[in-house]
């Protein structure tokens, strides 16, 4: 117990000494408090910090409880942005699916490497919230999507290029090197300008 005393007695007196001096110890006694104030400050503020996070913490999973936090759509213009949005995160190739959005039905059309993209891909469309329905006209390079397969088994679909224009087929009628115009669902002739126009 005597040599706690000293010891402590002699910390007394190296601190009296310390910050007593005459030349130094405004300096070092200025200092000192500087220091163990900006030392109660730093801790008051992460005391500060910790609580506000604990607090951000159970606030948000109080809203999470309450259903905010999830993707809510306003329209078919935000589903389709969203789903976008959702294919361009997803971990396969998608830039060749197309998405169509009418009052929560889903379209998805184009081309996937593999029939597992396929199905990660409507996976994942089908699990955002708004989607009341996915139509998959997903198709493997090659295939024709699902919509077409049909009507091109039945009409024989040819396998061959078509011929150039102008060419004739064997056993066919030459074809027309007029101007075609598209209106209302059916190709007419147009005659060509002749007068110089």
């Known amino acids: 117990m005597l040599k706690v005393r000293t010891v402590l007695a002699l910390a007394i007196g190296a601190g009296a000494a310390y910050f007593g001096d005459r030349s130094q ?3 070092r006694r200025t200092k000192a408090k500087s220091q163990l104030q900006a030392w109660t400050n730093r801790r008051r503020r992460n005391a500060e910090r910790a609580a506000r996070y604990e607090e951000g913490v159970k606030a948000g999973e109080a809203a999470r409880a309450r259903g905010a936090g999830r993707y809510h759509p306003h329209s078919d213009t935000d589903l389709h942005e969203h789903l976008r949005m959702v294919l361009a995160n997803l971990h396969v190739p998608t830039s060749a699916v197309t998405v169509e959005v ?14 597992a993209h396929a199905t990660s891909v409507v996976s994942a ?7 009341a329905e996915v139509e998959s006209l997903l198709h493997l390079p090659g295939e024709p999507a699902p919509n077409k397969a049909a009507a091109l088994a039945a009409s024989g679909a040819r396998t061959t290029s078509p011929p150039p224009p102008g060419a004739t087929a064997e056993g066919s009628t030459p074809v027309s090197s007029a101007p075609r115009n598209f209106r209302s669902g059916t190709f007419t002739e147009v005659a060509p300008n002749h007068n110089g126009g």
Do not use: H, I
């Open 25 to 27: 110890g405004r300096r």
């Open 125 to 131: 469309v089908r699990a955002v919230p708004g989607v």
């Open 102 to 115: 009418v009052e929560g039905l889903v379209r998805l059309r184009g081309q996937v490497e593999e029939p």
